[in-house]
């Protein structure tokens, strides 16, 4: 057992936030704040952890029963918990192990992980790590070619689902990612890293497991057609050539026949632009906070979404997730599940696939119980019965001044 998989195994790691602490101390200043960091003046990345706040709980007491039931299911797979995990670009920065870790860690657990485009390890190696279902993220980078050849190889390597993310038209500003001097640090000369290596030598475990991993790979799986595997410095520039449309989203319905996630709507207006374009599911997300700062919190554009779209398709949403009370409210205002983005990476960061592992199995023992508190036997009961939320949300429109509190 390593010393960082000793210390996640300890009794003081309870919470997500304590993972984010482990891992704070364990990677270098850059890695965590890619990690940890949003968008601009990072208000949606706030508000996206605080809106739950507003949302308490009407519990049922002097209840009891053996078993909590905590499946559901998505696309009509069965997942033993109501959580993914969500698409983490380039999560071998964090820990050697990253994408394939995750999804191992994923299906051990009994759900689906979700494998970003922007990703340090070969699509099939994750797909053959995991015994449960893995959907490929979808990016256009590298044009239709790049992506055709992805579609083609995830559906051989036997993905379950495409998701497609259509927030990302250009990558949004992370401030601290420059400040810190990612892009120096991934693609510079040595005078240019120069300024931003004491933060990277002050963490000589994760240095030495980075450069055994060979440093920062290709993305293996967008593959540019004349010129190979893109290399990860070209992302950005890669994202601003190929936001996806919904023109695309019907070429893209072409080649893949499985079941389609559009990632990324926050309006009920969109939401029913996506139904129509024959989404079997929605994820209402704002990306983390890392895209457009000043969006509502995903919890708050939910109820919007589940009324325009009428059960016509199922909802999942993703963004602020640290607790299993956090996914409760959010089953309760209607996602069918939730994707957890940081909540596992500040565990991999931190453990690698055994801080994956951790980091599910707080969520999982944090939701039996709530619902046990709750008294609510199973997540598929959850409604909107359970839970008290302000009143301007019935009204099912936000408006930007309600944002900033
Ligand atoms: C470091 C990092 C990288 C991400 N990369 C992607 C990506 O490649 N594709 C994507 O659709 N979403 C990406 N996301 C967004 C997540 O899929 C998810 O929407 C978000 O993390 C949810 O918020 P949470 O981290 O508060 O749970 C990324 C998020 C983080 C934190």
């Known amino acids: 057992m390593t010393r960082s998989s000793r210390s996640v195994a300890s009794p003081h790691v309870v919470s997500i936030g304590d993972f984010r602490a482990i891992a704070q101390r364990r990677v270098p200043k850059s890695v965590f704040d890619y990690l940890d960091g949003g968008a601009e003046g990072e208000v949606t990345l706030r508000e996206n952890c605080r809106v739950y706040e507003d949302v308490t709980f009407r519990p049922r007491h002097a209840v009891a029963f053996a078993n909590c039931d905590l499946c559901t299911r998505v696309l009509g797979i069965d997942l033993a918990l109501p959580f993914l995990l969500a698409p983490v670009g380039y999560s071998r920065l964090m820990h050697p192990v990253g994408e394939v870790g995750a999804a191992r860690a994923a299906g051990n657990a009994g759900t ?28 256009l980078m590298g044009g239709r070619g790049a992506a055709e050849a992805a579609i083609e190889r995830a559906r051989a390597a036997g993905f379950s689902a495409l998701v497609v993310t259509i927030d990302t038209p250009v990558s949004g500003i992370r401030e601290r990612d420059f400040r810190n001097g ?40 967008v593959v540019v057609p ?120 500040y565990g991999l960061a931190a453990a690698g696939e055994t801080g994956v ?21 199973s997540v598929s009961e959850l409604d909107r019965s359970y839970v008290n939320v302000p009143q301007s949300w019935d009204a099912n429109c936000w408006r930007p001044e309600q944002l900033i509190k």
């Open 182 to 221: 990612m892009k120096e640090l991934v693609s510079g000369g040595p005078f240019e890293r120069l300024p931003f290596l004491p933060q990277i030598l002050s963490r000589p475990g994760w240095l030495a497991s980075f450069l055994r991993d060979g440093g920062t790979p290709a993305l293996s799986n």
């Open 112 to 139: 689906a992980y979700i494998l970003s485009t922007i990703s340090g390890h070969r699509l099939e190696d994750v797909k053959a790590a995991s015994t449960g279902p893995v959907f490929y993220q979808l990016y």
């Open 357 to 377: 592992n951790r980091a599910i199995e707080i969520l999982r023992t944090d939701l039996d119980r709530t619902l046990r508190l709750l008294g609510c036997v």
């Open 226 to 345: 004349g010129k190979g595997p893109m290399p990860l410095i070209d992302v950005a520039a890669a994202l601003a050539e190929s936001a996806v449309t919904w023109s695309d989203l019907g070429w893209i319905r072409e080649l893949w026949r499985g079941p389609i996630v559009v990632k990324g709507v926050l309006t009920g207006d969109d939401a029913r632009r996506a139904v129509d374009e024959g989404a079997a599911a929605i994820s209402v997300s704002n990306h983390g906070g890392r895209q457009l700062d000043c969006v509502p919190a995903s919890l708050r554009a939910l109820p919007e979404v589940v009324k325009a779209v009428h059960g016509q398709t199922e909802i999942l949403m993703d963004g602020g997730i640290r607790r299993g009370t956090d996914i409760v409210k959010a089953l309760c205002l209607g996602a069918r599940a939730v994707l957890c983005g940081r909540a596992y990476a």
